[in-house]
């Protein structure tokens, strides 16, 4: 399999890139740590301004412009085509049903302060109990379901400020 890469440069352009595309590339490091590269018979100075490895972000001078890049692995690229991208993390407001079932118990109300991790309350399905618990701090807004009411996937349980 293919390993590929995609550069997203100033957040506007996107660009993907085959292991082995990079590895033909003609670039020469300089002593300077500047790189001098030949595309399509075509020179251009390039040097490395800043850089966050972890996050895989770097400022990069292409003769006299500055350009931000960040590239995705092809981990990178699997989670986001599944949807889970972690940088995209959203605070979660709505807690929802992840499956039909029934109410056990309702272990908050309205107006309670909760922690991440925190018990809000417990959905049977399919002969097992399952606990659903804060996914942040915060306050619970309203409790749309009460002890012994079945619910649908997806259904609306508890609303969080």
């Known amino acids: 399999m293919e390993e590929k890469y995609k550069v997203k440069v100033n957040d506007s352009m996107q660009f993907e890139f085959s292991r082995e595309q990079i590895e033909v590339l003609d670039l020469q490091a300089n002593a300077s740590g500047a790189g001098h590269v030949l595309q399509k018979h075509r020179s251009f100075t390039t040097s490395i301004q800043k850089s966050d490895f972890l996050e895989r972000s770097y400022t990069i001078r292409v003769n006299s412009a500055a350009y931000e890049v960040k590239i995705f692995n092809e981990l990178d690229l699997l989670i ?8 995209a993390a959203q605070v979660i407001n709505d807690i929802k049903a992840p499956m039909p079932g029934l109410i056990l118990d309702v272990q908050v109300t309205p107006g309670d302060e909760v922690k991440e991790g925190d018990y809000l309350l417990v959905l049977e399905a399919m002969k097992m109990e399952n ?23 997806n259904q609306l349980l508890i609303e969080m400020e």
């Open 80 to 87: 986001e085509d599944m949807g889970l991208s972690l940088a």
């Open 131 to 153: 606990t659903l618990t804060a996914p942040r701090d915060g306050v619970v807004k309203t409790v749309e379901v009460q002890k012994g009411q079945t619910v649908d996937k």
